[in-house]
C-alpha cells in the first residue's frame, strides 16, 4: 500500500472554478508540504504544515490554500483556478528532525482551460 | 540565494556507468539528496548524504560530496534500462524554518540497449 497517496491523479478544469486536490498519509509523520512541479523544472514550495492547525505559505503561495484537517491528511485548494496553475502537484511528508527525508506521493496532473 | 544546477540530459549505453552532477550555492546546506522520478511517478528518495561527509555508497549508487566546490554528484555502476528516468539533486539548510528542500530542474538519463 502506498504510503502517501493523493487525489485526483489527473484533472482537467476551467479558468475560474474552484478545486481541491487531497493529501493522505499513513506514515505517521508531522510535517506535510505541498510543491508544484513545472516542465524542465525542479519542485517549488507552495504550503508547508508541521502540525494540525499549523500553516505556513512557502515561495509561492498566492493563489492557493490550505487545510490541515488532520496529521495524516493535507488538502490544496485553488478558489479560483487560472491556466497558469497548469503543473504537476506534489504532497510529501517527513518527520521532525534534521535530516528532512521527505517521501514523495505520487502527483496530480491539473490542467487548468 | 539558494541555487541547485543540473545538467539537463545525459545518454549512456547499458552496462556502463552513469554520473549525474549537480551543484549549488548553499554552503549551510546539512543534507543533499538524490531523487529519482520515473514517468507518470512521484518523486522516489534513492539516497542522501550528510555535508561531513565526502562519499557514501549504497549497491550500485555513489555519492561523491566536494564541498569545497559545492559539487555534488551521482554515480550509478552497471546502469540498465530501468534506470531511464529522471534524477533531481536537493538539498536543505537547517537555518530555513521551513525545511523545504530546494531541488534542481532534474537530469534525465536514458540509458541505450
Known amino acids: 500500500d502506498a504510503d502517501v497517496t493523493q487525489t485526483p491523479r489527473n484533472r482537467i478544469t476551467k479558468t475560474g472554478k474552484r478545486i481541491m486536490l487531497e493529501c493522505s498519509q499513513t506514515?505517521?509523520?508531522?510535517?506535510m508540504y505541498w510543491y508544484r512541479q513545472d516542465p524542465g523544472l525542479g519542485l517549488r514550495l507552495i504550503y508547508y504544515?508541521?502540525?494540525?492547525?499549523?500553516?505556513n505559505k512557502g515561495e509561492i503561495s498566492d493563489g492557493y490554500s490550505v487545510s490541515r484537517q488532520a496529521q495524516a491528511k493535507f488538502s490544496l485548494s485553488l478558489e479560483s483556478a487560472i491556466p497558469n496553475q497548469t503543473a504537476l502537484y506534489f504532497c510529501?511528508?517527513?518527520?521532525?528532525?534534521?535530516?528532512?527525508?521527505?517521501?514523495f506521493g505520487p502527483g496530480t496532473r491539473l490542467t487548468v482551460l | 540565494g539558494e541555487d541547485v544546477e543540473q545538467s539537463l540530459f545525459l545518454s549512456v549505453r547499458e552496462g556502463d556507468s552513469s554520473v549525474i552532477n549537480c551543484t549549488y550555492t548553499?554552503?549551510?546546506?546539512?543534507?543533499l539528496y538524490w531523487y529519482k522520478q520515473e514517468p507518470g511517478a512521484g518523486l522516489q528518495l534513492l539516497t542522501y548524504?550528510?555535508?561531513?561527509?565526502d562519499m557514501k555508497q549504497d549497491q550500485r549508487l555513489t555519492v561523491l560530496l566536494n564541498k569545497k566546490d559545492k559539487h555534488l554528484s551521482l554515480r550509478i555502476a552497471d546502469t540498465q534500462t530501468g534506470d531511464s528516468a529522471i534524477y533531481f539533486c536537493?538539498?536543505?539548510?537547517?537555518?530555513?524554518?521551513?525545511?523545504?528542500?530546494?531541488f534542481g530542474s532534474g537530469t534525465r538519463l536514458l540509458v541505450r540497449p
Open positions: 506514515k505517521g509523520h508531522d510535517r
Open positions: 536537493a538539498e536543505t539548510n537547517p537555518m530555513d524554518s521551513s525545511y523545504k528542500l530546494i
Open positions: 548553499d554552503s549551510s546546506s546539512t543534507y
Open positions: 510529501a511528508t517527513s518527520v521532525t528532525g534534521p535530516r528532512n527525508e521527505q517521501f
Open positions: 548524504i550528510f555535508s561531513n561527509m
Open positions: 504544515s508541521f502540525d494540525v492547525k499549523d500553516i
